[in-house]
């Protein structure tokens, strides 16, 4: 069955670079379009990245861009979100996403950014 685990949460200072990783399992990854998001204690889940099956094309939200980086090994079956210059409004529970038939999520892991 469709499987995706998220990695590489934790806690960071205002400014601090975090890595997340996906991994995949249960499709054909290069296929599937691959997307981050992230949900806020009391706000929407909104989308963060996404990035395309052969990593050609690329999408971030505005509060992201030029500090966030997508990628993705299809031979490792992985996806990654780089996180630089991390700002306290970047904490959330960030969980990695596909639509390959039906909608599948990751389990999600939790990014706190904090003085």
């Known amino acids: 069955q469709v499987q995706l685990v998220e990695s590489g949460g934790g806690m960071v200072k205002p400014g601090g670079s975090l890595r997340l990783s996906c991994a995949a399992s249960?499709?054909?990854?290069?296929?599937?379009?691959m997307n981050w998001y992230r949900q806020a204690l009391g706000k929407e889940r909104e989308l963060v990245a996404s990035?395309?099956?052969?990593?050609?094309?690329?999408y971030y939200a505005e509060s992201v861009k030029g500090r966030f980086t997508i990628s993705r090994d299809n031979a490792r079956s992985t996806v990654y979100l780089q996180m630089n210059s991390l700002k306290p409004e970047d904490t959330a529970v960030y969980s990695c996403?596909?639509?390959?038939?039906?909608?599948?999520w990751g389990q999600g892991t939790q990014v706190t950014v904090s003085s």
């Open positions: 996403n596909t639509v390959f038939g039906s909608t599948y």
């Open positions: 249960g499709f054909t990854f290069s296929r599937a379009l």
């Open positions: 990035i395309s099956g052969a990593g050609i094309a690329t």
